[in-house]
């Protein structure tokens, strides 16, 4: 069975850093494309970035690029999300997720995502 585990997440002034982390165990992530995601309250769940199997490829949704990075350790089977410059708009749940094996381009569709972690908070002040 996998298991992800998101880390990193808390209060930051807008403008200010994050760094999440996500763990994995019960299977190698070098073979899958893996993916952060976020839920603001009342709001729909939403792809933030994805990365292929070997860190070659990223997409990234709109609101974040140039903010934020995805990146991945095989070797550690980890896989990050470096947050700058954060804006009280970032504020939500974050996931990752574990999706499709291989692949050219990492998908930023949910239902595409088989395994998910429990979340972590990322509040951004005013």
């Known amino acids: 069975q996998v298991q992800l585990v998101e880390s990193g997440g808390g209060l930051v002034q807008a403008g200010g850093s994050l760094r999440l982390s996500c763990a994995a165990s019960?299977?190698?992530?070098?073979?899958?494309?893996m993916g952060w995601f976020r839920q603001a309250p009342g709001k729909e769940r939403e792809a933030v970035a994805s990365i292929d199997w070997s860190g070659g490829s990223t997409s990234y949704a709109e609101s974040v690029k140039g903010r934020f990075t995805i990146s991945r350790d095989n070797a550690k089977n980890m896989v990050y999300l470096q947050m700058n410059s954060l804006k009280p708009e970032d504020t939500a749940v974050y996931y990752c997720?574990?999706?499709?094996?291989?692949?050219?381009?990492?998908?930023?569709?949910?239902?595409?995502?088989?395994?998910w972690g429990q979340g972590t908070q990322v509040t951004v002040s005013s």
């Open positions: 019960g299977r190698a992530l070098s073979r899958y494309a």
């Open positions: 997720a574990l999706g499709p094996a291989f692949g050219a381009i990492p998908t930023m569709t949910a239902t595409q995502y088989y395994y």
